[in-house]
């Protein structure tokens, strides 16, 4: 049966645009709706991670980031005084194997704004002011009904898939009748947006204050702008967070009220959960419809990215006949532990803090707190779903990310390889591999990448010299994770005809 669209997406925040771009790009028909008229004015999202700017790459986001942003040189946890304790993170000109730095700050208007225009100007179909009120699954499609928040009229539009990417209250969730599980860390927080007034003398490191009378976090976002985040106490009349002259007392050891403008004060509730389901049928959650969390791995919207890149690229393959549906069961197999990983980290970070701020002497702290900071940015490779047998192999490097391919010149990248990938699968090696005719046909069909890289590429990155030193030849998936390599009697003609099992069906 025809539908109006390959997929519609609910939701147009950070999450819900870059899909609908995403899909767009791999020539998907998609409709999005969003419930207002346009973007988030203040700033909510504030950092975008090394895995962040490679994915935005390949829809050439990369630039509105790094135009909108400040990298990160470092963090660390300090005491009421802002003396160090614990353990500190220099970041200041580390480059990572997806060939960006580990983070940027970012002011999330500007680059909302520019994503906002990006998509207009493309062919996704916008409807704003708009929001789903029914929806039903029947015989491959997905019926749904949205009102016209201006008009009051109902429209109907069928749809292959269905994303929920709607935020923490979504519609979606709510229609599918998907739970959610609570994972124990719930704390009221005031986060505070300022605009310096005058030149900055703030660090450019993000701090954890770990203070007993009241926990915070210092953010030295995009200049001109810093963000702080204090926990309201229970009990505590959380309105009284809303004056002015409270935020004025409670960033007073960094600046004089004259020395800065309140640009947002918003009282939030610090959550860690997790849906229960990501995928009902045809319909799919993502962002923080599908989880949400404490904002102190600075992982939040990184995640809502994750989910976005690694389902595009199988609805895409669904949608134009190359896959089986069955692929898609992976979707939640491979984000749903990497988003409670996230989730439940973000709140370790929280734990750790309360536990230096409780304690006489930091060394006091036991250590399977302390193993909860920083240590914990890093996120694990990925474990079971569409890998050679199903579940990742670590001499393979499967379930890692490939490194990024790289030129430099005086030492410093000047040109990022990621798009020689393609958008499908890709078979990357150091030596000249026979592909047989009925594997190269398979290829065809999948329009396969085959990249032969000169031993100067190689060289040029020592993530990748790493990799070669091990495997000669690579399967990579489009969204640039490692589906196996040649190992012991694993060969490459080996790795294509598993593939092929497991997507055709």
């Not at 047989?436 to 069909?445: G, S």
Request: proline share 4%.
């Amino acid at each position: 049966m025809l539908s109006d669209f390959d997929v519609t997406i609910i939701g147009l925040g950070p999450v819900g645009s870059f899909a609908a771009l995403l899909m767009e790009n791999r020539g998907l028909k998609v409709l999005a709706i969003d419930r207002d008229i346009d973007i988030y004015s203040l700033p909510r999202a504030v950092s975008i991670s090394d895995q962040g700017l490679r994915m935005a790459q390949e829809i050439d986001l990369d630039q509105i980031y790094i135009k909108n942003s400040t990298e990160v040189s470092g963090a660390e946890f300090v005491d009421k005084d802002l003396n160090r304790i614990g353990g500190t993170l220099d970041l200041k000109g580390f480059i990572t194997s997806n060939a960006w730095p580990p983070m940027r700050f970012f002011h999330q208007p500007y680059t909302d704004r520019a994503i906002r225009d990006r998509l207009m100007q493309s062919s996704v179909t916008v409807l704003l002011e708009h929001e789903i009120t029914e929806m039903k699954q029947e015989d491959d499609l997905v019926s749904l009904w949205v009102k016209d928040n201006k008009s009051r009229k109902i429209k109907s539009f069928t749809s292959r898939y269905l994303i929920g990417s709607d935020g923490g209250s979504s519609a979606v969730r709510n229609l599918l009748n998907i739970k959610q599980e609570d994972l124990n860390y719930n704390r009221d927080w005031v986060v505070i947006d300022i605009e310096l007034l005058k030149p900055n003398q703030l660090t450019d490191k993000a701090i954890q204050i770990c203070d007993s009378e009241r926990l915070g976090t210092f953010i030295p976002a995009h200049l001109p702008f810093r963000r702080w985040e204090f926990m309201i106490h229970e009990g505590e009349d959380k309105e009284q967070f809303n004056s002015d002259e409270i935020i004025h007392r409670l960033i007073n050891k960094w600046l004089s009220p004259s020395e800065y403008k309140i640009i947002r004060k918003a009282i939030y509730q610090f959550h860690s959960v997790l849906a229960s389901k990501f995928r009902i049928g045809n319909c799919f959650l993502m962002g923080d419809a599908a989880h949400q969390n404490p904002p102190f791995m600075g992982e939040g919207l990184m995640s809502g990215y994750r989910d976005a890149y690694n389902l595009s690229w199988k609805l895409a393959c669904v949608l134009k006949g190359n896959c089986s549906d069955e692929l898609l069961d992976s979707y939640e197999l491979e984000r749903k532990p990497h988003a409670k990983f996230v989730v439940e980290n973000s709140a370790g970070i929280g734990e750790l803090m309360e536990a230096y701020a409780d304690a006489k002497d930091p060394n006091d702290v036991p250590e399977e707190l302390v193993s909860k900071g920083y240590g914990s940015f890093v996120l694990p490779d990925l474990d079971e779903g569409l890998f050679y047998g199903g579940k990742a192999i670590k001499e393979m490097f499967a379930g890692q990310l490939f490194p990024q391919i790289i030129k430099k010149k005086n030492n410093i990248i000047h040109e990022r390889l990621d798009g020689i990938l393609g958008e499908s699968f890709a078979i990357v090696s150091n030596q000249k591999i026979e592909i047989n005719d009925n594997q190269q046909e398979f290829m065809d069909q999948l329009n396969f990448s085959y990249i032969e890289l000169e031993e100067d590429l190689i060289n040029a990155n020592p993530w990748l010299q790493r990799f070669f030193e091990f495997n000669r030849h690579y399967l990579i998936r489009p969204d640039r994770y490692v589906y196996g390599a040649d190992f012991k009697n694993i060969t490459i003609e080996k790795l294509i005809e598993d593939l092929r099992s497991r997507i055709t069906f």
